[in-house]
């Protein structure tokens, strides 16, 4: 199964053939997919299944031992074997993209670890580990706004598990292992700001981002903190 996300994260409508159907939990497996399966705090797409213009929607998208799970409302005649065109909600992704690349900026300015997180369509939020209170609402918003002015280049590049393991302060989370694929590691890089595992969706430029707004930041037990930040628009 082919991840098409994870080389071109626009590409929103594509062909693919269904290769598996559980009836009784409607599920599909595709031999590619664009549909990005619920993982590493982003949402799982939601969108449509084409075949021969009857339409069925696609309710979420999960990983089930390592495969993309696609949970659709009705089988209606789909097969397996037969050609699909699949058509991702692009309103919804796009936003999950910019709160995405947003809370990697976040992390490269707070130089604490982070224990948690979870990305949205109103809003996103990282948690940190923060003893002594070090984190400032204002600094941040300022800080994090000129980096998205600043319009940093988005890329993406895959390396040998190894080398992460030679270079351990490239993990930012505390809680969260980087996804791994026959011993390679998927590393999203923001110019010269931040470099990390990953394997989420992301905007190719921090401009795309557009204006965030850093909300509260609320104290989650003794040690962690909340960041909660919104987009403009
Ligand atoms: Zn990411």
């Not at 098409?4 to 053939?17: C, G, P, S, T, V």
């Not at 918003?141 to 393991?165: G, M, P, Q, Y």
């Not at 700001?193 to 989420?200: A, H, K, T």
Request: net charge negative; charged share 30%.
């Amino acid at each position: 199964m082919v991840k098409l996300f994870e080389n071109d994260a626009y590409l929103n409508q594509f062909e693919a053939k269904i290769i598996k159907i559980i009836k009784e939990d409607k599920h599909i497996e595709l031999n590619q997919t664009a549909f990005y399966a619920k993982s590493g705090g982003q949402p799982g797409d939601k969108g449509e299944i084409e075949r021969a213009g009857s339409k069925i929607q696609v309710l979420e998208t999960i990983k089930e031992n390592n495969k993309i799970i696609h949970i659709v409302d009705d089988l209606k005649d789909l097969e397996e074997n037969c050609d699909i065109i699949g058509k991702i909600n692009w309103d919804l992704r796009y936003k999950h993209m910019r709160m995405h690349t947003a809370l990697h900026l976040l992390c490269s300015i707070v130089p604490l670890g982070v224990t948690g997180g979870q990305i949205g369509y109103e809003k996103s939020r990282l948690d940190f580990n923060d003893p002594d209170k070090l984190i400032d609402k204002e600094e941040l918003e300022e800080k994090i706004n000129l980096l998205v002015e600043d319009n940093h280049t988005v890329t993406t590049e895959v390396i040998e598990s190894r080398i992460l393991e030679e270079k351990p302060e490239l993990v930012r989370t505390m809680s969260v292992k980087p996804p791994q694929v026959d011993s390679k590691i998927r590393l999203v890089r923001i110019g010269e700001v931040d470099l990390q595992p990953c394997g989420g969706t992301h905007v190719k430029s921090t401009t795309e981002i557009g204006k965030i707004q850093i909300g509260k930041i609320e104290n989650k037990g003794k040690m962690n903190r909340r960041i909660n930040l919104q987009l403009s628009s």
